[in-house]
């Protein structure tokens, strides 16, 4: 891959630049083009592929891979009678193949054709390493700047279970570029990557196991974790949550998984193993300590509200700054940093609202406090759970799975969460996102305009439920 004009891939490392960008993610592409938008001179530095983890071996190539294994899903598995449909079994290899060739286009149309049409951004190719007294080298020669923005992302890391990094398991980039369709895939981990990736390669026609130290995405609301398990396990997928790991060992092709779950010591002998077990900062090796730059507990860079770190003329932005690790936020992040180390600290790094969706199907999206949350924070909350079986589009599309579950504040009908497990749930989580963000109290919401049959009118229907019975309500009532 290359860039379609090479004029910006040269810079000249004796000049000052404005801002020196490590890192050629969605966040450094979103600060470089918020300092060009204020006249800003601008390096980027990246060492790897160009455009980061979302574009590479993350976001994009994830959900074509999710969405070609429901395709495969539901020409088996659907609700209409007389719809008479069947799927041989899937060209694996070309499935991939597939996905490499989106992965490259939108590479080039995202990332190196955005950098050729600003031209003044250049690039340099290579490691970047801080010196004791705060400067930057990359390989070795020196660049000047006057402001530094580190957004070097985060990759997957494993967790501390005996045997594990010897016994060389897959990281999900690994898993994503495998020629062979696995037979049996254990999982270790219950977060979103473990099941997007374990429900679609199960979609696919692997054995799939998830085994899970707490329940399923722990950090959601516990009744949407529980019934996401179920549907996982309807379709014939074993997750075993609550496991204690007591060691892996073997090697691709032959592993051993050793854990108890149920107070009996088990054995599983998968030939494929994925370890979904978290991402840390990708900070190692930078010599950030040694310049003065502090990092948290699990190496992440530590920022103030400008995303300034310790050291004054540095800024840190993306998932190398820790938690929530979504693009969205990284790029928002990104284009807030640059504004402020170019600006002066003028913006504050507001996270109070952020939506977050799991893409497994059904799809997990929330934004705000759960339940527990919201009690233990003192809020005297009014909860209610609408299943999607009394959603008209659900009815009619013959897919009724899921909830939705919304935490209001009893004294003001204000959403202080929503909770959603449904097809495309992050279709419709934007609604709660902006109804927190402005004030918008559910009665409002309900007596808003929803086009019928749409999964959208969900959240005017739980809305409702606050004061009506819905099984008393006729299509389209308000």
């Keep these: 891959m290359s860039p379609a004009n090479t004029e910006n891939t040269v810079p000249d ?27 800003a001179s601008v390096v980027m530095v990246e060492r790897g592929a160009l455009g980061g983890t979302c574009v ?30 069947g799927a041989e079994r899937p060209d694996f290899a070309a499935v991939i193949e597939h996905k490499r060739q989106l992965v490259a286009e939108l590479q080039q149309a995202k990332y190196w054709d955005v950098l050729a049409s600003h031209p003044a951004v250049m690039l340099m190719q290579g490691a970047a390493r801080f010196r004791s007294d705060g400067t930057v080298e990359v390989d070795g020669a020196p660049v000047r700047a006057r402001k530094v923005l580190i957004v070097t992302g985060a990759s997957p890391w494993l967790a501390p279970i005996p045997g594990l ?41 692997a054995r799939v196991t998830v085994l899970a130290r707490s329940r399923l995405v722990s950090h959601e609301d516990r009744e ?18 609550g496991v204690k790991f007591d060691r892996v060992s073997g090697e691709p092709g032959a592993f051993q998984v050793g854990f108890e779950h149920d107070g009996k010591q088990l054995v599983l002998e998968p030939d494929q193993l994925l370890a979904a077990t978290g991402r840390r900062p990708n900070t190692r090796g930078m010599g950030l300590e040694e310049a003065g730059i502090r990092l948290g507990e699990h190496g992440e860079i530590v920022v103030d509200e400008h995303l ?9 932005a993306g998932d190398v700054i820790g938690e929530p690790s979504f693009v969205y936020v990284a790029a928002y992040a990104g284009s807030l940093a640059a504004d402020n180390a170019l600006n002066g600290d003028r913006r504050i790094y507001d996270l109070s609202v952020v939506p977050r ?25 009014e909860v209610t759970t609408l299943p999607m079986s009394y959603v008209p589009r659900a009815i009619a599309a013959r897919d009724t ?49 929803h086009p019928y049959l749409t999964n959208a009118e969900a959240m005017k229907l739980a809305c409702q439920t606050f004061k009506k019975d819905v099984k008393t309500l006729s299509c389209c009532a308000s």
Excluded: W
Aim: hydrophobic share 45%.
């Design 13 to 39: 490392v004796e000049h000052t630049t404005d801002l020196l960008i490590l890192g050629g993610g969605s966040a450094g592409f979103a600060a470089a083009i918020r300092a060009t938008e204020l006249g």
């Design 56 to 85: 590479n071996v993350g976001c994009v190539p994830s959900k074509t891979l999710i969405r070609a294994a429901e395709v495969q899903h539901r020409a088996e598995h659907h609700g209409f009678v007389g719809i008479r449909t």
């Design 165 to 205: 990094s010897d016994a060389r398991p897959l990281t999900s980039t690994e898993l994503m570029e495998l020629e062979e369709l696995p037979e049996h895939l254990v999982v270790l981990g219950g977060g979103y990557v473990g099941l997007e990736l374990g429900q679609t390669f199960a979609r696919l026609g």
């Design 224 to 241: 949407v974790s529980e019934a996401l398990a179920a549907y996982l396990r309807t379709e014939g997928i074993d997750v075993r949550t």
């Design 308 to 316: 300034r770190t310790s050291l004054p003329a540095v800024y840190a």
């Design 357 to 381: 969706v799991t893409f497994t199907d059904p799809a997990v999206a929330s934004v705000g406090l759960t339940e527990s949350q919201a009690r233990d924070s003192g809020i005297d909350v």
């Design 401 to 449: 799975r899921g909830l939705v579950k919304l935490v209001a504040d009893r004294s003001t009908n204000l959403l202080v969460g929503a909770h959603i497990l449904a097809p495309e749930a992050g279709d419709i989580i934007q609604q709660a996102a902006m109804a927190i963000r402005f004030g918008i109290t559910t009665d409002e919401i309900a007596s808003m305009l």
